[in-house]
């Protein structure tokens, strides 16, 4: 069938559609059919590709929608979830309330189907870019081999340093920020 | 950190379904797969359980009652409905920097993608390819059919 498709280029049932999305825009896609160019950047904004070359924008709706697309969206894998662990300042503790957060954690990985674990560490922005990098892979690796220990397979659990790039609060260079010293466990 | 011995249950809940390792190889693994669904890899092709993992280079095929669901390291979501035809052209992904890149075609059928960290990254990191077209993705969920007209 892939054959087919290849070779049945010439009048094409191409439709391509733009979904409102779970943030606070919709983001953009382009579709580029030899010289043409069409943006969509509407919830439902569609285009259609009936030959190569040629691009028609259109609107759609979500009805249309579940009728040409319902198998492939009914098979969307659960979005990944994120539980975050705060260190207290200075020590190699814990927050109290992150106790809570590992029980809510194991519940959402077992709810999932070949769950994987995701631990990324954070730094604030105090010290060099490098230095954080190998400081929140560290942190990370502390959280993976607590979890380990705690009955997760290893083999499910990988592991991120995403040093000073991501904070949850915004600051200066070398600000100390207890809020970005922290580990995130991605679940998907 | 000290816990209740209650999580110790959790590893009877993690041994059903296909335990893989997760290699630096690795793209994506299946974690929705219903009726026909093949992932053909270097000329062979082997069914596609919950579980499996998706390489760059493969193609993931579905039959006419199967549909199959991806998530993808950078944690994009592409999910194919019925005969289907999708290829994982190129996927890197640095997990510290998020830079990388992630490029497929669906070479027939229909496909939903929600966009990972990758396109939050850099607008020209992923790239999905029809048979008649590009799309450039800007941070996005989006649907994609194609085929040739009956």
């Known amino acids: 069938m892939a054959l087919l498709a290849l070779t049945g280029c010439a009048t094409r049932n191409d439709f391509y559609v733009l979904l409102p999305g779970k943030g606070p825009s919709p983001g953009a896609l382009t ?45 969307q894998p659960a979005r990944p979830v994120s539980f975050y662990l705060y260190f207290l300042q200075d020590t190699d503790e814990f927050a109290p309330e992150s106790k809570q957060v590992v029980s809510q954690l194991f519940a959402e990985i077992a709810r999932r189907p070949a769950p994987e674990i995701v631990v990324i560490g954070h730094t604030d922005r105090v010290g060099s870019v490098p230095y954080n990098d190998t400081l929140s892979l560290r942190r990370a690796e502390r959280v993976r081999d607590e979890l380990v220990k705690l009955g997760v397979p290893r083999a499910r659990i990988s592991v991120a340093g995403r040093g000073e ?8 260079d070398e600000v100390a920020e207890p809020r970005n010293r922290r580990v995130e466990i991605n679940v998907r | 950190m000290k816990f209740p011995m209650i999580f110790l249950a959790l590893p009877l809940a993690l041994t059903i379904g296909v335990l893989q390792a997760a290699a630096a190889e690795d793209a994506g693994q299946i974690k929705v797969s219903k009726g026909a669904v093949q992932i053909e890899r270097s000329g062979e092709r082997m069914p596609a359980p919950v579980g499996s993992v998706v390489r760059q280079g493969d193609l993931v095929i579905t039959g006419a009652d199967g549909s199959v669901g991806i998530t993808f390291r950078d944690n994009s979501l592409l999910s194919v409905g019925p005969d ?50 590009i799309l450039g993705v800007r941070g996005t969920e989006f649907l994609v059919r194609t085929g040739s007209k009956d």
């Open chain 2, 84 to 133: 289907s035809v999708l290829s994982i052209d190129r996927f890197v992904f640095d997990s510290t920097t998020h830079q990388g890149a992630f490029e497929s075609s669906l070479k027939q059928g229909t496909l939903a993608v929600v966009s990972g960290k990758l396109a939050k990254q850099s607008p020209e990191a992923m790239k999905v390819r029809t048979p008649a077209a």
């Open chain 1, 165 to 172: 790039r991501e904070p949850e609060v915004p600051t200066a």
């Open chain 1, 31 to 75: 579709v580029t059919s030899g010289n043409e160019t069409h943006t969509l950047d509407q919830p439902y904004a569609a285009a259609r590709v009936s030959r190569p070359g040629s691009v028609s924008g259109e609107k759609t709706s979500e009805a249309e929608v579940r009728q040409t697309f319902g198998p492939a969206l009914a098979a």
